[in-house]
C-alpha cells in the first residue's frame, strides 16, 4: 500500500512553545516526493515545502523546520515558537512513480493566545 | 499573476441534477487536478489530466467526469448530484508530474 499517516488528529498548545507534527509514508517507490500544505481557516491550501527522496537533508525555513528520516519512513514538521496566526490544518503529501498524489487526514493544529 | 480560479465558489444544487464546476488556470500548467475535501478524510483524488484531450480517474472518480479541450480548463461533471457528494471541491494545477500542486480557492457544493 502507498499511503500518508497523519496520526495526530488535532494539537492544542499555547502561544510560543514548540509543536511536531507527525508524517509517516509508505512506499515502494525509491523515487518519490513529499510535501506539506497549510489550510488556515480561510480554506485555501498553501504550499510550504517539498522534498524528494534522495534529500535527506533537514530544512528550515525561519520558525518551520522538516525532519525527513528514511530509516523511518517519515517527514515532520515542527513549528518553533508558536504563534496565533499558524493555527490551521497541516497536510503532509506524498507524490511517487504512479504519478497520483497521495494526502494525509491533516492534523488540526490550534495555538492559543 | 498567474493563478488558479474556480467558479462558482458556492453552490446549492438537488438530488439528481447535473452540475459542472469550472476551474481554469493561467499557469500554463500540463497537469489539474479535481479533489474533494470532507471531514475525516483530509483530500482524496477525483479526476486528474496530464494534457489536452487526456484525463485518468482518481481514488474517487464515480459519478464524476471531466474533459481536457484545452489546456487553461478542466471542468468537473456531477452527472446525477448525489448527497454522498457534498463537499468542498478543490482544483490544483502543476508544471509537471511530481512538481508542486497549486490550488484554487475551492467550491463549496451542497447537494439537497
Known amino acids: 500500500a502507498q499511503k500518508v499517516t497523519q496520526a495526530q488528529t488535532e494539537i492544542s498548545v499555547v502561544e510560543k512553545e514548540d509543536v511536531t507534527l507527525d508524517c509517516v509514508y509508505e512506499?515502494?517507490?525509491?523515487?518519490?516526493?513529499l510535501f506539506w500544505y497549510k489550510q488556515p481557516p480561510s480554506g485555501e491550501l498553501v504550499f510550504l515545502i517539498r522534498r524528494n527522496s534522495f534529500d535527506e537533508q533537514n530544512e528550515i525555513s525561519g520558525r518551520y523546520s522538516w525532519n525527513f528520516q528514511k530509516s523511518t519512513s517519515s517527514f515532520n514538521f515542527t513549528i518553533t515558537a508558536s504563534q496565533v496566526v499558524d493555527s490551521a490544518v497541516y497536510f503532509c503529501a506524498l507524490w511517487f512513480t504512479g504519478n497520483q498524489f497521495y494526502f494525509g487526514t491533516g492534523t488540526s493544529l490550534t495555538v492559543i493566545p | 499573476d498567474a493563478e488558479i480560479t474556480q467558479s462558482p465558489r458556492h453552490k446549492i444544487t438537488e438530488t439528481g441534477r447535473q452540475v459542472t464546476l469550472a476551474c481554469h488556470q493561467t499557469w500554463n500548467h500540463n497537469n489539474m487536478f479535481w479533489y474533494r475535501q470532507d471531514l475525516g478524510h483530509g483530500l482524496r483524488l477525483i479526476h486528474y489530466s496530464y494534457g489536452v484531450q487526456d484525463t485518468n480517474k482518481g481514488e474517487v472518480s464515480d459519478g464524476y467526469s471531466v474533459s481536457r479541450s484545452n489546456t487553461e480548463d478542466l471542468p468537473l461533471t456531477l452527472e446525477s448530484a448525489a448527497s454522498s457528494q457534498t463537499s468542498v471541491y478543490f482544483c490544483?494545477?502543476?508544471?509537471?508530474?511530481?512538481?508542486?500542486?497549486?490550488f484554487g480557492p475551492g467550491t463549496r457544493l451542497t447537494v439537497l
Open positions: 512506499t515502494r517507490d525509491t523515487t518519490y516526493y
Open positions: 490544483a494545477s502543476s508544471e509537471s508530474m511530481a512538481d508542486t500542486q497549486y
